[in-house]
């Protein structure tokens, strides 16, 4: 999905939320994780409190640098985030290596030119949630993670 640099942050995070099936908060008020495997195999894991911080985050990635929420678009951005760091948001250090592991046999290409891509960026982990992230412009937030 592309998002028009002039649309606020809070509207094409809403857009991505809509796109993908997500709840209107994210998911950030379940208690549990739901993650499809082999796209029909369930597997539950708990929402914990790191997660819930990381993904606020991780979400705003999505938004900033289109990658998609398929098994290899989430590949694209956990390497992405590995490469301009986590920070000290353990759970998304775990997360994203596992995704960029199996995004290696998936789709390595397209992997590693996330990752160094990731090098030349910011991330958002680095700076932390603040509400004044989602009144910035989408072409406002790829400038502050200095995306192209």
């Known amino acids: 999905m592309t998002y028009d640099g002039s649309l606020r942050v809070a509207d094409a995070r809403r857009r991505y939320y809509d796109a993908n099936g997500f709840a209107a908060d994210g998911g950030d008020s379940e208690k549990w994780v739901k993650l ?3 796209g ?9 409190n790191a997660r819930r911080k ?14 998609d929420t398929t098994w290899t678009g989430e590949a694209e951005i956990g390497a ?18 596992s995704a960029m592991g199996y995004g290696m046999f998936l789709a390595p290409r397209r992997v590693i030119a996330a990752f160094r891509r990731g090098r030349r960026s910011k991330s958002l982990y680095h700076i932390g949630w603040t509400d004044d992230l989602l009144t910035l412009s989408v072409a406002q937030l790829r400038e502050r993670l200095e995306l192209e």
């Not at 990381?54 to 990658?67: I, K, P």
Request: glycine fraction near 6%; include cysteine; hydrophobic fraction near 50%.
């Open 80 to 97: 992405f985030e590995v490469g301009a760091g986590c920070g000290r948001y353990w759970v998304a250090w775990v997360l994203n290596l």
């Open 36 to 38: 499809k495997v082999a």
């Open 54 to 67: 990381a993904v606020r985050l991780h979400d705003l990635h999505h938004v900033a640098t289109e990658y």
């Open 40 to 48: 029909f195999l369930p597997v539950w894991f708990p929402n914990s």
